[in-house]
């Protein structure tokens, strides 16, 4: 999921030079296109209140394949990612990233959405 979608292109009427600032908001890049895992898992629990269960399940693979990369090695659970390539970006590790994930995988398992204290970390 992007935090901005189309993003947001030099000369454009919304464009502000201050989005150059260390390059972060480039177009698909950090807030300006660049995907959002912690978004993605906000959209996922959407869908399953919706009771789009199958599209749910979907978009939790693509959440997946999101925080299986990483640059040094597999789930990293990076900040964001480049809106065009999916390269990771960002920091990685972050703690958001993968909650919201857990989070969204407990409520595509349950088919509803479920109250953050009926999740248990413990499946053993």
Not at 14 to 32: I, K
Not at 84 to 107: I, L
Request: proline letters at 3%.
């Amino acid at each position: 999921m992007k935090a901005v979608h189309p993003a947001v292109q030099i000369g454009e009427r919304d464009w502000r030079d201050y989005y150059r600032v260390r390059g972060l908001n480039l177009p698909h890049q950090y807030h300006n296109g660049g995907i959002w895992p912690f978004i993605g898992g906000f959209y996922v629990v959407a869908l399953v209140k919706a009771a789009q269960l199958q599209e749910a399940q979907r978009a939790l693979e693509r959440l997946a394949d999101l925080a299986r990369q990483g640059r040094q090695a597999e789930w990293e659970f990076d900040e964001w990612f480049h809106g065009e390539s999916g390269r990771p970006m960002g920091f990685s590790f972050q703690t958001w990233s993968a909650a919201m994930y857990v989070y969204a995988y407990e409520c595509v398992r349950a088919q509803r959405a479920i109250e953050l204290e009926e999740i248990s970390l413990d499946h053993a």
